[in-house]
């Protein structure tokens, strides 16, 4: 009987005989409890501080941006004042010229308060940038600047496709140059929107009736301009180099050259970039500003990137913007693959990782260089990046640019 309790016991822990030893085993496990349980409460604590901080910053960021708001809305309301005066004013007075030379200037400082932080690229700005080009284009139609009228239609729609605003008001400045036909698709879209808008209808019966009397359209388009609205030229040769670069262009490329840098050195830090998308403004009073899309997975599939595009191109702050810079890992795009359907440069090993980068101006002038991991110093993915290799055009990332082109 004393060897089966004996056997049932075996393994248990044997208890000290000695009362201090005991009490010391039991302190010093008082004392391991206690560690833990306030490196969990210090854990606990500083979860709730970052959590907290994180909350105070989200708060902030939110009144920043009313409070940016309320400054636009301040300078709106002066401009449109300014204009509802003009309209009491003689025609082609001198007064009435001055108080709608007044309100475009009002709008146009609210435009570049939207553009600039904390409001750039939040839908707050875009929404204010929308009425400000349509209330811009209004005043620009009563003064006979069509050209002008027309550009800020166009970024309204940049912003909004269905601003039916923006698409009468854009129809208007068509037709008083010429593109009846431009004009009558314009009030085409304006009226699926407002199908009983009685101006819509009677412009577009103006537009069909100048267009048979004309015998069609009269405008001429800028071929500089139209050339830069496609996305193809603006002092870039078939193969991709820069031929006479103005000096706003060449300050770009710098620009493109910076991002490259900055790009190779998270690259080493982390192993590659995710798909992002870097803007940039030149402003001569306050020297340069930039900012920063970050898009994942833009290059998974057509229908993905034609949602990340379309998505940035619809951002009111790239009206301002003199140059954009992609950048995306090799490894990260699977469409479109260039690299098979262009004319990969030869010394680049098409199974190995790299950086793409793509620079577009508001000249037009498009640019792409390949940055080829040094998979000697590491792995495929993680090894350093090599200086960057200029692609020829069929390896561009995008075929249609993202920023609006200029007038």
Not at 24 to 35: E, K, P, S
Not at 260 to 271: K, N, P, V
Not at 274 to 284: D, F, G
């Amino acid at each position: 009987g004393a060897q089966e309790g004996g056997a049932q016991l075996k393994g248990r822990p044997t208890l000290p005989l000695d009362p201090r030893a005991l009490q010391r085993g039991l302190l010093a496990g008082m004392d391991d409890f206690q560690r833990e349980r306030a490196a969990q409460e210090a854990a606990d604590s500083a979860s709730r501080r970052t959590y907290e901080e994180v909350r105070l910053e989200e708060e902030q960021s939110k009144l920043d941006v009313q409070e940016a708001a309320q400054e636009v809305e301040f300078l709106k309301q002066g401009a449109n004042a300014a204009f509802k005066r003009s309209a009491s004013l003689g025609e082609g007075s001198a007064a009435r010229e001055e108080a709608i030379e007044e309100a475009l200037t009002g709008w146009g400082e609210a435009l570049d308060a939207c553009m600039r932080a904390p409001l750039a690229a939040t839908a707050t700005a875009n929404r204010l940038a929308e009425t400000l080009r349509c209330n811009r284009a209004a005043a620009l139609l009563k003064i006979d600047r069509f050209a002008d009228a027309r550009r800020e239609c166009e970024l309204a729609l940049g912003v909004n496709p269905d601003c039916v605003k923006a698409l009468y008001r854009g129809a208007e400045a068509l037709y008083e140059l010429g593109g009846y036909s431009k004009a009558i698709t314009m009030l085409e879209r304006a009226l699926r929107h407002e199908p009983n808008s009685f101006d819509i209808r009677r412009l577009m019966d103006d537009c069909e009736d100048a267009l048979e009397d004309e015998g069609g359209d009269t405008l001429v388009e800028d071929a500089a301009s139209a050339t830069a609205a496609n996305g193809n030229g603006g002092g870039a040769t078939a193969n991709g180099d820069a031929v006479g670069l103005s000096e706003e262009d060449a300050a770009c490329v710098a620009f493109a050259e910076s991002v490259m840098t900055a790009a190779a050195e998270a690259w080493g830090d982390s192993g590659g970039e995710h798909a992002e998308e870097i803007t940039s403004r030149h402003v001569t009073e306050d020297g340069e500003q930039s900012g920063k899309f970050k898009v994942e997975d833009a290059f998974k599939s057509e229908v993905l990137l034609e949602e990340c595009t379309g998505w940035i191109r619809q951002q009111a702050v790239l009206a301002s913007a003199d140059a954009l810079v992609l950048t995306v890992a090799k490894r990260k795009v699977s469409f479109p693959l260039v690299w098979w359907a262009g004319d990969w440069p030869d010394e680049v090993d098409l199974e190995g990782d790299g950086l793409i980068v793509e620079l577009e101006t508001r000249r037009g002038l498009r640019r792409t260089w390949f940055m080829p991991v040094d998979a000697g110093k590491g792995s495929p993915t993680m090894g350093e990046l090599l200086e960057a290799i200029e692609l020829p055009t069929n390896c561009r990332l995008l075929t249609r640019g993202l920023l609006p082109a200029s007038s």
